[in-house]
């Protein structure tokens, strides 16, 4: 059994190595009176701990360049951080980052962060990384062309590889089929069991390698 570590402070979990502010938190409580997100990014979502749980089981490249898309809290990019690659947050919404920030301070990790919408990322920008991840965000119909347009970029680019994590909805359903006609693709049902049980889908693109 994993050994019981003692929390940092008050009103936090463990999960995947990392600690998280619970909703009952003074720092969260606080922070939701300051900023109010206001495209989803109002909580953790279900679909970070999908990733958390595939990268512990198919670890990166030590020291790798991550832009982490739609980053909300920050779930994601503290895991990858900690993990110590060298994590980007992106988001269209700047009222998530304190958030994000008041998270990574708790587990002494940087990640920076960068406010702008998917389709702000010129190719010089997604230059910057080997590899895109994202956790539920393809979830507005518009969203999966925003997604494809940006990776054809990224692959332009030199970004490697995309891991994208999603419960199913169908504007990533779709984004998945365009990837395939075009990429080096798999797509795994997935589940995890920290911080609770969650089942979801994960779509792997080799941005450097087409479809067959
Ligand atoms: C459902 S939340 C997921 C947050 C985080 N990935 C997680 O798993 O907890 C979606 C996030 O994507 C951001 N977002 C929405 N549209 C975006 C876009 N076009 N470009 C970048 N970020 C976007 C939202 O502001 C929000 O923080």
Request: aromatic content about 10%.
């Amino acid at each position: 059994m994993p050994e019981l570590l003692a929390p940092p402070a008050k009103n936090t979990y463990h999960t995947y190595g990392i600690w998280l502010y619970t909703e009952k938190s003074r720092e969260i409580k606080s922070l939701k009176k300051e900023r109010s997100p206001s495209v989803h990014g109002d909580k953790h979502w279900d679909s970070s701990y999908l990733l958390m749980d595939y990268f512990t089981h198919n670890p990166l490249k030590k020291k790798s360049r991550i832009l982490d898309v739609g980053c909300g809290w920050g779930p994601t990019s503290i895991y990858l951080a900690n993990s110590g690659h060298g994590v980007t947050g992106l988001d269209v919404d700047d009222e998530v980052f304190a958030f994000l920030d008041v998270q990574a301070e708790l587990n002494g990790v940087a990640v920076k962060t960068r406010q702008g919408a998917m389709a702000s990322m010129k190719k010089a920008d997604l230059s910057k990384y080997d590899v895109i991840v994202g956790g539920d965000i393809c979830f507005w119909d518009e969203l999966t062309d925003e997604w494809f347009a940006m990776l054809k970029r990224a692959a332009s680019a030199g970004v490697k590889k995309l891991v994208l994590a999603d419960p199913g909805r169908s504007p990533f359903l779709k984004l998945v089929d365009k990837c395939y006609e075009r990429w080096d693709c798999d797509m795994h049902t997935w589940y995890c069991l920290e911080p609770k049980r969650f089942t979801g889908s994960l779509l792997i693109v080799n941005l450097d390698k087409k479809a067959d």
